[in-house]
């Protein structure tokens, strides 16, 4: 554990003057100071800024600043050391002002398999280190001005230039949009979706949970629709009056992890250009297959219908809060009106995940990525074998994230128990548009979970599993 550290300078401590009792200047300034050490507003520790420094601020004489020091120092207010600089003495305030609460972080599970969460073990920090300081040394006077509202020119074309040769997508940088992250992206098309005549977006059902709410928030009226295993019911959509819009994931639907079929991905696109829609293709996991090459996009079968969404937060971080849209003309002016335009992500970051896919270190982590998280699920999928031989395992095709169905047994007590054994799950339930409805099955996220763990987090979850459902 790093050790705490000192307490910063205090110089830029506001210090009332005019309002303590009338007389000398050197006077009224160690009453000022004094109350901030009294109150907490100088914390004991912190620095006083050098008589030279405080007196020009103040615009006054040195003596007067040296004279108000020393009187806090006969006081045991402050302390002053050769070669140092006056501080707050430790201890000179026994009964401190108004309370201050310390918020202590909340004590994490022992084991976590909450799914989304890529393994933040094997994030980049050298190579990215090196890719912002590329940035920063090489962007001109003009990057560090106002961001440009769809995202920096330069990764507009990187980010093109990948969902092209990597993702299969038909993508043009004037047809890019940099955004916050896939919700951003969201959020930004429902707004241009709303001011377009739309009153009702469909979502997947179970889907991710955020996603409905956020649609909401914008106004419109989330539909769920069922997912089965040949991904989103086409159908169904297509007796639902109204509803123009849908947001899918066809590469890996989460939570369910299926694959949106050849022939639904037929059926999506021509119930889009029946009824004049848009679909909105959540291009979540679709780097991390494990049984053959990634699937390529919806949207590079019909790039005027279907607008594609992805973002770092799989694949790097979510920490970095970067993502992208690939639009079609129609909508790419849409969301670069004035009305729909929000803060894009710092430019610097922008500028350091465009030199990363230069670099070709972006290709090079989803590979070692590919190879590890293969790998702990291939050893996730043992220990459960062995631990809970007569439960389905589903959806472990690609991504970090697998179904275990638990057929008459409640999983939401499952995740109870597990949780007083210090291990996180999620129950399948959350994800639905009515909790609890549907058959019972965890979702157990793998991606943050060293391999190491996998064993001991199995059996936890085995104990938990059978002490709820017996047997």
């Known amino acids: 554990m790093p050790q705490d550290r000192r307490p910063g300078p205090a110089w830029s401590t506001l210090l009332d003057l005019d309002g303590q009792p009338r007389g000398p200047l050197h006077r009224r300034l160690g009453s000022a100071l004094r109350s901030a050490v009294v109150t907490g507003r100088i914390a004991p520790g912190s620095a006083l800024p050098p008589s030279r420094i405080l007196a020009a601020d103040l615009g006054c004489s040195r003596w007067v600043i040296t004279e108000a020091y020393a009187q806090l120092i006969t006081e045991g207010y402050l302390e002053a050391r050769s070669g140092s600089a006056t501080r707050v003495r430790a201890g000179a305030v026994s009964v401190p002002g108004p309370a201050r609460t310390v918020l202590e972080p909340s004590r994490p599970p022992e084991f976590d398999m909450l799914p989304g969460v890529p393994d933040l073990r094997a994030f980049p920090r050298k190579r990215w280190a090196d890719a912002v300081r ?3 040394s090489s962007m001109s006077s003009a990057d560090l001005g106002l961001p440009d509202g769809p ?5 507009r074309q990187r980010l093109a230039a990948y969902l092209v040769r990597g993702r299969g997508a038909a993508a043009t940088a004037e047809h890019v949009v940099v955004c916050d992250g896939t919700l951003d992206g969201a959020v930004r098309l429902c707004r241009a979706l709303r001011r377009a ?3 009702r977006v469909a979502v997947e059902d179970p889907g991710w949970s955020r996603l409905p709410a956020a649609v909401a928030a914008v106004g419109l009226t989330p539909v769920p629709v069922p997912v089965d295993g040949d991904g989103l019911r086409v159908d169904r959509l297509r007796a639902l009056p109204g509803v123009r819009a849908v947001v899918v994931a066809p590469a890996h639907q989460f939570p369910t992890g299926t694959v949106l079929s050849p022939a639904r991905r037929a059926e999506l ?3 889009a250009r029946e009824v004049d829609g848009l679909v909105l293709e959540d291009d979540y996991d679709a780097e991390f297959r494990h049984e053959r090459r990634p699937i390529g996009t919806v949207q590079g079968m019909d790039p005027s219908r279907v607008v594609l969404m992805g973002s770092l937060s799989k694949t790097l971080s979510p920490a970095l809060r970067l993502g992208w849209l690939a639009a079609p003309p129609r909508w790419t002016e849409a ?3 004035e009305e729909a335009a ?3 992500p710092p430019v610097i970051d922008q500028l350091a995940f465009a030199e990363f896919l230069d670099a070709g270190w972006y290709d090079r982590h989803l590979r070692a990525s590919r190879l590890r998280y293969r790998r702990r699920r291939d050893l996730l999928l043992a220990e459960l074998g062995a631990a809970l031989p007569g439960l389905e395992v589903s959806g472990a095709a690609a991504g970090f994230h697998l179904l275990l169905h638990l057929p008459g047994c409640s999983a939401e007590r499952v995740v109870r128990r597990a949780a ?4 996180r799950l999620a129950d399948l339930g959350r994800y639905r548009a009515e909790p609890g409805s549907g058959a019972p099955a965890l979702v157990l996220g793998y991606g943050n979970l060293s391999d190491a763990a996998v064993p001991e987090a199995v059996h936890r979850l085995a ?4 002490a709820e459902c017996g047997g």
């Open 134 to 136: 590329v940035a920063t």
């Open 151 to 155: 995202g920096h020119p330069r990764l």
């Open 197 to 199: 005549g739309h009153t």
């Open 269 to 271: 696109l021509r119930w």
């Open 335 to 337: 969301l670069r009106a």
């Open 342 to 344: 929000t803060t894009p």
């Open 420 to 423: 007083r054994r210090g291990l």
């Open 463 to 466: 104990e938990s599993v059978r």
